[in-house]
């Protein structure tokens, strides 16, 4: 197929055929200039008045779907911002296709409709230059990945959409089954399961461009349905899988938006990556890590402190460089809301100007003011963020004051991308709500090896062999090395505490296929949507999906969801009940 910007200055003399929708008219002196648009951009029409289409050509409408015959001249006026700008076709024959109605809002770049309309009208919204080309981006990435994988002896392979329940963890779709009334299917989490029995049928290597479907509340970068570019590998280990995705990363930028990654990437352990950061995915575009100063406190009569100290919290705090005047009593007050939000009780200022320490951390004595002058290596009109809380609080309000002063202070060059990948990660993480240990990733990711025994024993401390790929303090993608064996695989579902009858029938059909030689396998999946929204630089997962869902799981154009005749109900031997 040829696109109308395939042309320029050297078919000036040719007679062309162009089909495309009128994106623009306008009238000088008579002569009638159309921008005719397709997939791949404008190419300018001129209709002199003696033509004979001139009257139809004037009374065209914005969107109408048109065809051309006419000859490409040299243009007059170049220009030099699209393709065909040093060409101009004068058209001798018009045939129109279609006539567009009135237009709901403008196709344009900067059109300033609400979002629910541009989705109520999702095909027009796909006209629209940037839509349609984080679009195409998308498609560019997955072609660039199967090449990848293709070439590096995977295999594609589909996976059930009707399945049983899979283990993410999320809620599931449930779709009811007509057959056997009163059971249901459950819509995919990811094809984990799937994905590792094909290693057990010796595939080796599996990649999809799998569908996954996850029914939880909704934010700007999440949807009901979404793409994973799912993968698993066989006789391999953590190393092995990080550096055939990083090999895939490096490809698709250089690919996509022509950026060299460097590889290969750093590696921070999770334990690290909290310590430094307070964040699973850090963002390492600027540095201002987290500084423990817990040990310049130990001796404290700051009451504050030394009440926390003694309830066995800890002391962090970071340091914004050359701000401190910045920051009135009311801005501080400002962030000090904003730590509040991930449950800090509070947050203790300093600020360093002409040598001296001064803020809301009264009564420091000289050994603390040294400490924190030497270990922090402060400079005039730094800024000191202290907050003191147990570890997790401490960590989390700190990393995402972090992140916040990051974005505040320009320290972000947002045309820089910073890979890491983050290993090491806990096994299990507790959850208060559910009052007992969960498993960090999933239940299959194989412990360290010097782990394995405390599996039952040592829940806090056993880590386990899992990686996530992060950039710009995202995560682009998940996996680990899994359990090949069903005696740790059945452990594993104890130390979650599922009962025998629970594991039967969650996993029976899982733990046995495990028990006809599987290989050491592991694999990754990586968030399609999540890593075109860093290609194109947006933060929003909906100018990455042709046809999204809004924040509340509905697709304005189809009405979806909706409800359904009576007669399909009772086929189903569904009654409602709201
Ligand atoms: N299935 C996992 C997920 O969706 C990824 C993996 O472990 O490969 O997070």
Request: proline fraction near 3%; charge should be negative.
């Amino acid at each position: 197929m040829i696109m109308n910007t395939n042309y320029n200055i050297n078919n000036v003399g040719e007679t062309v055929t162009l089909k495309g929708w009128v994106s623009k008219k306008r009238n000088l002196g008579g002569l009638l200039f159309i921008d005719l648009r397709d997939r791949s951009g404008i190419i300018q029409l001129i209709v002199r008045p003696e033509n004979k289409f001139y009257e139809q050509a004037s009374s065209l409408k914005n969107e109408s779907t048109i065809k051309v015959t006419g000859e490409i001249i040299k243009r007059e006026s170049v220009n030099k911002n699209i393709p065909t700008g040093e060409i101009e076709v004068i058209v001798n024959d018009l045939e129109v296709y279609s006539t567009s109605l009135d237009l709901p809002f403008e196709i344009s770049n900067d059109c300033t409709a609400l979002e629910d309309t541009r989705l109520k009208y999702r095909y027009l919204d796909l006209r629209r230059e940037n839509l349609k080309n984080n679009i195409i981006t998308r498609h560019k990435v997955v072609t660039s990945i199967r090449e990848y994988l293709n070439n590096n002896d995977f295999i594609e392979i589909e996976t059930p959409i009707l399945c049983k329940s899979t283990p993410e963890g999320a809620r599931d779709f449930l779709v009811p089954s007509r057959v056997s009334k009163g059971s249901f299917y459950a819509l995919p989490q990811s094809p984990q399961l799937f994905k590792q029995l094909l290693m057990v049928s010796g595939f080796q290597r599996y990649y999809q461009v799998a569908r996954c479907f996850r029914d939880e509340d909704l934010r700007a970068d999440r949807q009901p349905e979404f793409t994973q570019v799912d993968m698993e590998l066989s006789f391999v280990d953590e190393e092995d899988v990080m550096q055939m995705v990083e090999g895939l990363f490096k490809k698709v930028f250089k690919d996509v938006i022509n950026y060299d990654i460097k590889l290969p990437l750093m590696r921070m352990k999770y334990d690290d990556a909290m310590e430094l950061y307070g964040s699973d995915k850090p963002d390492l575009r600027f540095d201002m890590k987290i500084n423990n100063i817990t040990k310049i406190f130990e001796n404290t009569e700051i009451p504050f402190l030394k009440s926390s100290l003694e309830n066995n919290n800890i002391i962090n705090c970071i340091v914004a460089k050359n701000v401190a005047t910045n920051y009135s009593r009311k801005e501080i007050d400002k962030l000090t809301d904003f730590v509040k939000t991930y449950k800090a009780s509070g947050l203790a200022f300093l600020k360093f100007i002409n040598g001296e320490l001064t803020g809301s951390l009264k009564g420091l004595n000289e050994n603390e003011i040294n400490g924190l002058i030497n270990e922090l290596k402060l400079e005039e009109n730094d800024l000191v963020l202290i907050v003191t809380a147990n570890y997790n609080v401490t960590k989390a309000s700190l990393g995402a004051l972090r992140c916040k002063l990051g974005r505040d202070l320009n320290l972000i060059d947002i045309n820089d991308y910073k890979f890491l990948w983050v290993t090491d990660f806990p096994a299990f993480e507790y959850s208060e709500e559910e009052g007992r240990f969960m498993a960090t990733h999933h239940p299959f990711t194989m412990p360290k090896d010097e782990d394995v025994d405390k599996l039952l024993t040592d829940k806090g401390n056993c880590y386990s062999k899992a990686y996530d790929i992060v950039c710009n303090g995202y995560e682009a993608g998940g996996g680990s090395i899994r359990i090949h064996d069903n005696d740790i695989q059945q452990k594993m579902f104890e130390a979650l505490e599922l009962t025998e009858e629970q594991i039967e029938d969650k996993f029976g059909w899982f733990k046995d296929a495990l028990k006809y030689g599987t290989p050491p396998h592991g694999g990754l999946a990586i968030g399609l949507e999540r890593l075109v929204m860093l290609l194109v630089k947006s933060n929003n997962i909906r100018d990455v999906i042709a046809f999204p869902k809004t924040a509340s799981a509905s697709d304005l154009m189809s009405e979806a969801p909706n409800i359904v005749d009576e007669s399909q109900l009772k086929e189903l031997g569904i009654k409602l009940d709201i």
